[in-house]
C-alpha cells in the first residue's frame, strides 16, 4: 500500500517549512478510522511546539485580526471568503454569540479535516478558544460527523486533557451531526444550533445568517481554524501559504500539506498510486462539486488558491482526484452526480427534481443510450437549474458535470455513437455506503 | 406635501438603496403550486418540474410590480417575497 | 403605490368578470337557438328539458376535467410526468373553470326557466326548495356553491383571497362528489349514463387516492429532519468502567436536541 510513498520518498515538497506535519498521513480509502504517518499531539507536545496560547480577549483580538488581515486568510470550505471580515460582521453583531469548528466535511473524499483533528487536536482548540475571546462569543462547538468515532475520540480526549491541565476556557460543546454530505453546510449547522433539523435552510442576507432572536454564531471550516491557531501561537509573520490537499488513490488516501510552489503533477507523482503506471487522463479538483481538469492542462499548475483561479478552478475542500487512463470520466462523473442528488436536503425542487432528472440523464449517457432528444434535455434541465438551491448543492454538481463534458468530450462523442468505454477501472473515488 | 417635507424625506433616504424591489424566492419553501406564474406571467416563468423561475431584474415599471405583489400575496407557501 | 395598484386590481378583476359573463351570455344565446331548433324537431315542451340535460352532462365532464388537472397540478409524481408541460396544465386547469361556469349557467338558466321541469329558481338556488326529486337537485346547489367558492377564491388569489384560497381550494373535491351524485340520482336515463358516471368517477377516484397517499418530497424532508445531531461528552467517548450510565460505542447521548 505504500509503494508510492516509499518509492517516492517526498520530503519537504516545495521546500516550503510545513505548518502542520512533517510527513504525509496515510488512510484508508473509506472513513478516516486509521490514520498512519503522524502521531496525534497530545497538550504536552502541542504546547512544547507551540507554546502557551496567547490571551485572544480586547488587545490580544485585535493583533489576531490584524494579523489574520496581514494573511490574508480565507475560508477553506470553498468559498474562500475572508476570515476577519467574517470575524468583524459577527461581532457588530454583539457579544453572547456561538463559535463552530466545522468539521463535518461532507466530500467523501477529502480527509484533511479528520487529520487536522485527530492529530493537531489542539491547534484547533487553541484557534477556537481564540476566535471565541476575539468576538466576545460565550460558546464554543466543535461539529463533526457522527460516524467520526476516531474523530470523536480526540477531540474529546483533548477537552479532557485541557480541563485536566486546569485551563480556564469557556465551554466548548461537540457536536455529531448525522453521516450526510449537507451536514456540513454552515445554515444548517446554525439551523441545529437554533433547535432545527440539520438541514440548509435559505438566508436572505449572507452575512447575518442567524434568525432574529437567536445567538449570532460564526462558522469557521476545521482547516481554516487550524491556520487561525498558527497564526495565534506564532504570529503572522510565521505564517506560510500551504494547502492541505486529499489525494486518492484506489486502496487509499493520502493527506499532505503542500507549499503554492507545488505543482499538481508534483504532488500526484508523490502521493498518487497509479493502476497502471502511467499518468493520470485527468484531476478531478476541489472536491465531487469540484472541476475535471485534462491532464495536460492542469499538471503544471500550483497548489495554491490564487493559482487555481487563473485555471479557472477552485481549490475547494482541497481534494485532488486523479483518474486513471483506465477509467472512463463519463462514467464516473455520472457515478458522483447520482451520489449528489442523492445526497439532496430534498428541499428546494430544482435540486430534488432537476438534479434526479439530470443524474438519470448523465447515467444515459454513461451507459451509451443517450439519445439526441435526450442530449438536448440534459443541456436544458443544467440550465434551468443552475443556481435556484437555497445551498450551493445542486451547483457543485452541475459544474462538476458541466467540466466532464467539456474534458471528455471525445469520450461523449463516443458514448454517443451507442458505445461505451469499456474502461477496466471503475468506482475511482470513494463514496460513503449509502442506500441508493 | 410641501416642497421642504419633500426635500428632507428624500434626504432621509439612504442613498445606495433603489426604490425598486426584486422578486425573490425562498425554493425551500417553493411547492411549485404554480398560480404565481399565472399571475405574474411576465415576471414568472416554470421549469420542467413545475418550480418557479424568477425574473433577474428589478421590477421599474407599475405593471410588473402589480404581478408581482399578486403573486406574492397568492403564494400558498409563502415562499415569494419582495427584496433587494 | 398601493392605491395605484387597487385602482387597477379593480379595473382588471372588473375585464375579466365581464369577459366571462360575455361567454356565459353568448352560450346562453347560442343554446336558446340551438333549443329553438331542437324545438322545431322535438316540439317545444321536451326542448328545454333536453337542452338543460345536454348542458348538465357537459358540465359535469368539464368539471371532472377541471379536478383531473388540478389532482395532476398537484400530484406528488407531477415533476416526473413531463406532458403536458406545467404551463399547458395551468392553463388547461383554468379554461376548463371558466367553461365548466358557462356551462353550469346554462344547465340552470334552462331548467329554471323550464315550466313543465318543476325547478324553478327558487329550487334552482335553495336546498329543499325543487318540487322536482328535491334531494338530488339540492345536492347539486350545494356543489353548485362549494364549486363557486374554490373557483371564485382561487380567481381572486392575490387579490383578496390572499393565501386562504389554497387550504379553500381543496373542496373542490367535494363539490365534485355531490354532482356526480347529483347526476347519477337525478342524470340516468340510459344505461350508458350510468357507465359514464362510473367510468369518470372511477377515474377520479383513483387519481385523487394515488394524489393523497403517494409519498411526497416533503415527506421525505421530514425524514431527513428527524434524524437529529446529537452531543457527546467524554464520558461517551472514554466510559468509566463500572458506571451505570455508561454508553456503548456508536450510541447516541440521552441529551439528544441541540438547541435551545
Not at chain 1, 492542462?297 to 487563473?310: C, E, K, L, N, P
Not at chain 2, 419553501?29 to 404554480?34: A, F, K, S, Y
Not at chain 3, 398537484?74 to 403536458?84: D, F, L
Request: aromatic share 6%.
Amino acid at each position: 500500500m505504500n509503494d508510492v510513498l516509499a518509492a517516492h520518498p517526498v520530503g519537504r515538497l516545495g521546500g516550503t517549512s510545513w505548518m502542520f506535519f512533517s510527513a504525509p498521513a496515510v488512510l484508508p480509502r473509506h472513513g478516516t478510522e486509521s490514520l498512519t504517518g503522524i502521531l496525534r499531539q497530545d497538550l504536552l507536545a502541542h504546547r512544547q511546539a507551540y507554546g502557551p496560547r496567547p490571551s485572544c480577549a480586547g488587545i490580544g483580538g485585535e493583533r489576531l485580526l490584524a494579523d489574520l488581515e496581514a494573511v490574508a486568510l480565507t475560508g477553506r470550505g470553498g468559498g474562500h471568503f475572508p476570515t476577519a471580515a467574517k470575524w468583524r460582521s459577527l461581532m457588530q453583531a454583539g457579544a453572547g454569540g456561538t463559535v463552530v469548528a466545522n468539521g463535518a466535511e461532507g466530500e467523501p473524499g477529502s480527509a484533511k479535516d479528520a487529520v487536522l483533528l485527530q492529530t493537531r487536536p489542539h491547534l484547533v482548540l487553541d484557534a477556537l478558544v481564540c476566535a471565541m475571546e476575539t468576538v466576545g462569543a460565550t460558546e464554543g462547538v466543535l461539529w463533526i460527523h457522527e460516524g467520526a468515532w476516531a474523530t470523536a475520540r480526540s477531540v474529546t480526549l483533548a477537552l479532557s486533557e485541557r480541563a485536566a491541565a486546569g485551563l480556564e476556557e469557556p465551554p466548548v460543546r461537540v457536536i455529531l451531526a448525522p453521516d450526510r454530505y449537507l451536514s456540513g453546510e454552515g445554515t444548517g449547522i446554525i439551523r441545529t444550533l437554533e433547535g432545527g433539523p440539520t438541514l440548509p435552510r435559505f438566508v436572505t442576507n449572507p452575512a447575518r445568517p442567524w434568525s432574529d432572536g437567536h445567538r449570532p454564531v460564526l462558522v469557521n471550516n476545521v482547516e481554516t481554524m487550524a491556520r487561525i491557531g498558527l497564526v495565534a501561537l506564532r504570529g503572522g509573520e510565521a505564517y506560510q501559504q500551504t494547502s492541505l490537499v486529499t489525494v486518492i488513490s484506489a486502496t487509499h488516501r493520502v493527506v499532505a500539506e503542500v507549499g503554492p510552489d507545488v505543482s499538481v503533477e508534483q504532488a500526484v507523482v508523490a502521493f498518487w498510486t497509479s493502476p497502471d503506471g502511467k499518468y493520470p487522463q485527468a484531476v478531478l479538483v476541489g472536491g465531487y462539486g469540484g472541476s475535471w481538469a485534462a491532464w495536460d492542462g492542469v499538471r503544471s499548475v500550483s497548489i495554491d488558491v490564487a493559482a487555481m483561479r487563473a485555471a479557472g478552478l477552485s481549490l475547494g475542500a482541497g481534494l485532488i482526484g486523479p483518474l486513471p487512463a483506465t477509467a472512463c470520466g463519463l462514467e464516473e462523473s455520472a457515478r458522483l452526480v447520482r451520489y449528489l442528488a442523492g445526497q439532496s436536503a430534498k428541499q428546494c425542487g430544482p435540486c430534488v427534481f432537476g438534479l434526479a432528472s439530470v443524474s438519470e440523464l448523465a447515467d444515459d449517457l454513461s451507459a451509451g443510450r443517450l439519445s439526441a432528444a435526450g442530449r438536448r434535455r440534459l443541456t436544458k434541465f443544467m440550465a434551468e437549474i443552475s443556481g435556484r438551491g437555497a445551498c450551493r448543492h445542486p451547483d457543485g454538481a452541475l459544474r462538476m458535470l458541466t467540466s466532464a463534458l467539456e474534458v471528455f468530450a471525445p469520450d461523449v462523442a463516443h458514448h454517443r455513437r451507442g458505445r461505451t468505454c469499456d474502461a477496466p477501472a471503475f468506482d475511482v473515488m470513494p463514496l460513503p455506503e449509502v442506500a441508493a | 406635501m410641501t416642497p421642504p417635507e419633500a426635500v428632507l424625506r428624500q434626504a432621509r433616504a439612504p442613498v445606495d438603496e433603489s426604490p425598486d424591489p426584486h422578486l425573490r424566492i425562498d425554493p425551500s419553501l417553493c411547492d411549485g403550486v404554480g398560480i404565481c406564474s399565472h399571475l405574474a406571467p411576465d415576471l414568472i416563468t416554470v421549469d420542467s418540474w413545475g418550480y418557479p423561475i424568477l425574473t433577474p431584474a428589478r421590477l421599474t415599471r407599475a405593471g410588473d410590480r402589480r404581478q408581482a405583489t399578486a403573486a406574492v400575496a397568492a403564494c400558498p407557501k409563502k415562499a415569494l417575497y419582495l427584496g433587494h | 403605490m398601493s392605491r395605484e395598484s387597487a385602482t387597477v386590481d379593480i379595473k382588471a378583476l372588473g375585464i375579466r368578470s365581464g369577459l366571462v359573463m360575455l361567454v356565459t351570455g353568448s352560450a346562453v344565446v347560442t343554446s336558446w337557438l340551438i333549443g329553438l331548433a331542437v324545438s322545431a324537431v322535438v316540439g317545444d315542451r321536451m326542448a328545454p328539458w333536453i337542452l338543460g340535460r345536454a348542458a348538465g352532462i357537459t358540465s359535469y365532464l368539464l368539471l371532472v376535467g377541471l379536478v383531473l388537472f388540478g389532482l395532476v397540478l398537484s400530484h406528488p409524481h407531477r415533476a416526473r410526468w413531463r406532458r403536458p408541460s406545467v404551463a399547458t396544465r395551468i392553463r388547461t386547469h383554468v379554461s376548463l373553470s371558466v367553461f365548466t361556469l358557462v356551462f353550469t349557467v346554462l344547465h340552470i338558466v334552462v331548467l329554471a326557466t323550464d315550466k313543465y321541469a318543476g325547478v324553478g329558481w327558487w329550487g334552482s338556488f335553495v336546498p329543499m326548495g325543487s318540487t322536482y326529486r328535491p334531494l338530488p337537485v339540492t345536492l347539486g346547489v350545494i356543489g353548485l356553491y362549494s364549486g363557486l367558492l374554490a373557483g371564485i377564491t382561487a380567481a381572486l388569489a392575490g387579490r383578496i383571497a390572499r393565501r386562504v384560497w389554497w387550504p379553500i381550494h381543496k373542496i373542490a373535491i367535494i363539490s365534485l362528489l355531490l354532482v356526480w351524485l347529483h347526476g347519477v340520482l337525478a342524470g340516468i336515463d340510459t344505461p350508458a349514463m350510468l357507465s359514464l358516471y362510473v367510468v369518470t368517477g372511477v377515474a377520479v377516484l383513483v387519481l385523487a387516492v394515488s394524489r393523497y397517499t403517494t409519498s411526497s418530497v416533503r415527506d421525505e424532508v421530514a425524514e431527513l429532519a428527524g434524524r437529529r445531531a446529537t452531543e457527546i461528552t467524554p464520558a461517551d467517548v472514554f466510559p468509566v468502567p463500572g458506571r451505570a450510565d455508561v454508553r456503548r460505542r456508536g450510541e447516541k447521548s440521552a441529551r439528544g436536541r441541540i438547541g435551545r
